[in-house]
């Protein structure tokens, strides 16, 4: 009795073509991964949006903030051709005890037009001194960016807060659970 | 023709694979006895001294000398530094820019560097420091942590020499060397530190040992 | 001998049947040898290791826009020299010799960093950008960002010989986690050997890096 020779054929020639297309689904999914990770395209995010002028309080902290068009840096630098710099001014306090720890500068600042293109943030100052914000009173941070003249009226501030606590000691750092890092704003102008 | 009249109904023992298969065995058993296929690290590696050229695969190294170095101080009142300074003239055999580094602290791990100064693996005596060593490469009096390809650079490992502490006559170092090769759990090549295995850990096989003769007091 | 007669038959057919088997079987190790040569063979048109994941290189000429997708990178000019003079005023010496390269750099959607650039020559030796000129003096200090272009200098610290025929490539900064298939500009920096004796035989002595 000659075994059945053509399917058996048939199956491996599939199994091969198989093997090769889980092999290959397999190396790009986990470079693609590494890619969302890198670009940050991973992160969860929430966005709350924060109507113009508007403050809003979020994980005890409350947030404003202002952008403005201005002719020049503190330094006198002037910015580019076709490029202006703007003003920044991100306002935090603390609603309640608990956030009086939450110290640290927003983990990411941007600007970002209508196309979703974005620009760097740079901090000039941060009012907050210490590891303790008091219940109430406002810490500005001050900061700059560079961006094209175009777009200097419809930039948008973007930030993600911190999930930092100054309470946590830097041994603990890696081992204590913080709130998740899941949250943004986007300040309308 | 005549046919053998026994054996021919039951098939022929299969005698010759399992014979093969235990001869092998043996043989394998034994060689793991003894210690394995591994080369066994020489316990006296080829010595070098002043002025000589090694090749380490990577690099090629003239160990040009050892001095004890008195910095004058910069500031009326402060003590002068003094150093105990390996000098070198190395050239990078690669195809790409190279690191000079830091001579490893232990000897553990130190087969994952790919730096010159990282195959400087064992340096005796060991002398007690409070920042040092520095190891840095330097032309007209430009210093640089890097190597560049095809080009033959003077590089110098220093050691404080704290308080009143003497320099040492003599220094000996252990030398590993290097081989383009795939990693051990990287299949991209690489130049990797010549390394043997012992009890599960990796330990930098000593190409050469170098002692030089340390000479007297110069300033810098 | 009726006995003899009667087992030999089976035994002449099984012989047959043998030969039969051995000729499969020598086509069958026939075509496993050529099935194993054709792996050979395909295997050396296969990536390395050390390619699998390699930059993917977008080339331009001297003075082109080369846009990777992420950003974009021009060179504008290629200069050497035996001294170049900081930001701080500092003259660096070189016993080799420096090529500065200055180039312009613009993003696509993202603002970004570019790392420090590396010179290969036509052998594939490649010399990364040196590091006896502070990264803050170069073009990998300030932030690449969509919408305008921002200029400055790299510098490279190589023998003579280097020089012509080489390519600059302009990648993003080193990071611990790899990532793979980056986009990469790879420039020729057109110098044909005239050029590059022009270059190499005539050095500036001081190279003055500029902000612009």
């Known amino acids: 009795m000659p075994p059945p020779r053509k399917p058996r054929i048939v199956l491996q020639g599939l199994g091969a073509v198989l093997a090769l297309a889980v092999t290959l689904g397999a190396m790009t999914y986990d470079d693609y991964r590494v890619y969302r990770v890198r670009t940050g395209a991973n992160e969860i995010t929430q966005t709350h949006v924060v109507q113009p002028g508007q403050a809003i309080t979020l994980k005890h902290i409350s947030w404003k903030a202002s952008v403005e068009a201005v002719p020049s840096l503190p330094d006198g630098k002037k910015a580019g051709p076709g490029t202006t710099y703007m003003k920044i001014v991100i306002t935090r306090a603390a609603a309640d005890q608990e956030g009086t720890v939450k110290t640290a500068k927003p983990g990411k600042m941007r600007l970002e037009d209508r196309l979703g293109r974005s620009w760097a943030i740079e901090v000039g100052d941060d009012a907050v001194r210490g590891d303790k914000l008091e219940i109430g009173r406002p810490y500005p941070i001050t900061a700059f960016a560079r961006v094209p003249a175009a777009q200097a009226q419809e930039v948008e501030l973007v930030l993600r807060p911190s999930n930092y606590r100054s309470d946590v000691p830097t041994e603990k750092l890696t081992t204590t659970h913080t709130d998740p890092d899941d949250v943004e704003l986007r300040f309308k102008r | 023709m005549t046919e053998p009249s026994s054996g021919d109904d039951s098939p022929r023992r299969p005698v010759l694979v399992p014979a093969v298969g235990l001869v092998l065995a043996t043989g394998l058993g034994i060689t793991a006895l003894l210690g394995g296929l591994n080369e066994v690290p020489d316990p006296n590696p080829p010595q070098y001294s002043n002025g000589q050229e090694l090749d380490q695969g990577r690099f090629k190294t003239q160990f040009v000398e050892a001095r004890e170095v008195v910095q004058k101080p910069r500031f009326t009142g402060d003590e002068a530094k003094r150093f105990l300074e390996l000098v070198f003239k190395v050239t990078n055999q690669g195809k790409e820019t190279a690191r000079v580094g830091m001579p490893p602290a232990k000897l553990e791990g130190a087969f994952a560097l790919s730096s010159f100064a990282g195959s400087l693996v064992k340096v005796s005596p060991s002398l007690k420091q409070q920042y040092g060593p520095y190891a840095y490469a330097v032309s007209k009096g430009v210093q640089s942590q890097q190597l560049q390809p095809g080009v033959t650079t003077t590089v110098i490992v220093r050691y404080d020499l704290l308080g009143d502490a003497p320099a040492p006559e003599k220094v000996t170092l252990d030398v590993a060397s290097f081989e383009w090769k795939p990693g051990f759990n990287d299949p991209s090549f690489a130049w990797q530190m010549v390394a043997d295995e012992v009890d599960d850990a990796f330990f930098p096989e000593v190409k050469a040992r170098i002692t030089l003769d340390v000479k007297g007091r110069g300033s810098a | ?212």
């Open chain 3, 1 to 212: 001998m009726t006995a003899t007669q009667e087992r030999s038959a089976p035994t002449r057919r099984s012989r047959r049947a043998a030969r039969g088997r051995a000729g499969s079987r020598t086509l069958s190790a026939i075509a496993g040898l050529a099935l194993v040569a054709a792996a050979v063979a395909v295997q050396t048109l296969g990536l390395t290791p050390n390619d699998r994941g390699a930059p993917i290189s977008t080339t331009g000429s001297l003075g082109e826009d080369v846009d990777t997708g992420r950003f974009t990178v021009r060179v504008d000019k290629v200069a050497a020299a035996r001294t170049v003079e900081t930001l701080s005023a500092e003259p660096v010496a070189t016993e080799q010799l420096f090529v500065v390269v200055t180039a312009s750099a613009t993003s696509a959607k993202e603002p970004l960093k570019l790392g420090q650039p590396r010179l290969i020559t036509p052998d594939g030796v490649s010399y990364e950008a040196t590091d006896k000129i502070p990264a803050t003096n170069t073009l990998a200090n300030p932030w690449v960002q969509p919408g305008f272009w921002v200029s400055g200098f790299f510098v490279f610290e190589v023998p003579a010989s280097a020089v012509q025929g080489s390519k600059v490539a302009f990648g993003l900064p080193k990071s611990a986690l790899v990532e793979p298939f980056e986009p990469e500009v790879e420039v020729d920096l057109g110098l044909d050997e005239a050029k590059a004796a022009q270059l190499t035989s005539a050095p500036q002595d001081v190279y003055p890096l500029k902000k612009s």
